[in-house]
């Protein structure tokens, strides 16, 4: 596809390439450091890409109250940005995680997957840092199986990726095949909106009536208490 190829980054990156009006995008989300950049540069590289990946900021909502305000502002700019323009859509989320602990990986994943539950049937986990493994084969069926619980079972959408030639011949492949087929198998189903998400913009109203419910609720902890 040549120079059609879309993938940009954002944030402290740099823009790569200008956006297809009608190829639908995929997000790649995680926390710092899990390889989303990494990832997004193979895809890049492949050039051959039907879809617009989206090398997004990390997600590390819980280590304050500013990161997390900062990061629910640029996701709703993102997600404006990518759904202004006719036809486009965010098809799939692929959430990158480090090759590590099992235990460690589940609590990773876990805290980026719980903001994104209601579209859980459009996410994608890449384990990045797989060159790091000494036993590929092993490690691969056993995370294929304690990493399938978070989604739905569906071990089909685990990928490996790692700093080798192996990996980046494959990736792009294997990721094109599993995103069609969740395109296809979601067809005419939820789109993926931040509505009732955390990342949901809440109109003036609404803002006011969740503000006015928060100041009521004391004062209806105390009507209910009997003295
Ligand atoms: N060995 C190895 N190193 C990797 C792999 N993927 C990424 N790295 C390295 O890990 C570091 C972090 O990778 P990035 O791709 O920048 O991670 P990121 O998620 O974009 O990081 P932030 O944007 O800062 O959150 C870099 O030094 C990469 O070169 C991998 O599959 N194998
Ligand atoms: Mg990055």
Known sequence: MGNDNCCFSRGKQKKETQIIETQNCVLIIGQPGSGKSKLHQKLL???????????????????????????????????????????????????????????????????VIKYFQLFIDLIIIAVTHFDLSDNQQQDEDHLRNSLKFLLKNDQSRIVFS??????????????????????????????FTLQNTIFEKLDETTQLNQLEDFSQYPKQQLQSKKF
């Open 45 to 111: 590289k492949m050039n051959q890409n039907k879809f617009c990946f989206v090398d997004c900021l990390a997600i590390d909502l819980e280590e304050s109250i500013d990161k997390r305000e900062a990061f629910i502002n640029y996701f709703q700019n993102e997600y404006s940005q990518i759904t202004k323009r006719k036809q486009k859509q965010i098809i799939s989320l692929i959430v990158t995680v480090k090759f590590e602990r099992t235990d460690i990986m589940k609590r990773n994943l876990l805290s």
């Open 162 to 191: 790692g700093n080798s030639d192996i990996y980046d011949n494959q990736i792009n492949q294997t990721l094109s095949t599993i995103i069609q087929k969740i395109e296809d198998g979601n067809k005419n189903k939820l789109a």
